[in-house]
Nanobody, 120 residues
Framework: QVQLVESGGGLVQAGGSLRLSCAAS????????MGWYRQAPGKQRELVAD???????NYADSVKGRFTISRDNAKNTVNLQMNSLKPEDTAVYYC??????????????WGQGTQVTVSS
């Protein structure tokens, strides 16, 4: 019903930048919350940042001042600009969205994940 497709992961040196993008498609009526989560090997998935359809943002303390989340409501996309990357940012990054589909049912959807690797 709804698909989230991420792009933009890769390998970067410490101090570098990457930009992740996620596009939602399908039977979408509206999207309230969109966000990015990450999961490093052996660790639990954690919230990186999220943004409401009104533009209110929320960041994990570990990324504040380095990462910026943004979205385009008309295109159902969300981006994560990651600057000053650190080796500890290495993880699989997942896009997530709280979507109301055309039948008015609200559910959470996840992308397939994109690998971000930061070398020291």
């Amino acid at each position: 019903q709804v698909q989230l497709v991420e792009s933009g992961g890769g390998l970067v040196q410490a101090g570098g930048s990457l930009r992740l993008s996620c596009a939602a498609s399908g039977s979408i009526f509206s999207i309230n919350l969109m966000g990015w989560y990450r999961q490093a090997p052996g660790k639990q998935r954690e919230l990186v940042a999220d943004i409401t359809n009104g533009g209110s943002t929320n960041y994990a303390d570990s990324v504040k001042g380095r990462f910026t989340i943004s979205r385009d409501n008309a295109k159902n996309t969300v981006n994560l600009q990651m600057n000053s990357l650190k080796p500890e940012d290495t993880a699989v990054y997942y896009c997530a969205a709280e979507v109301t589909i055309t039948t008015m049912r609200r559910s959470d959807y996840w992308g397939q994940g994109t690998q971000v690797t930061v070398s020291s």
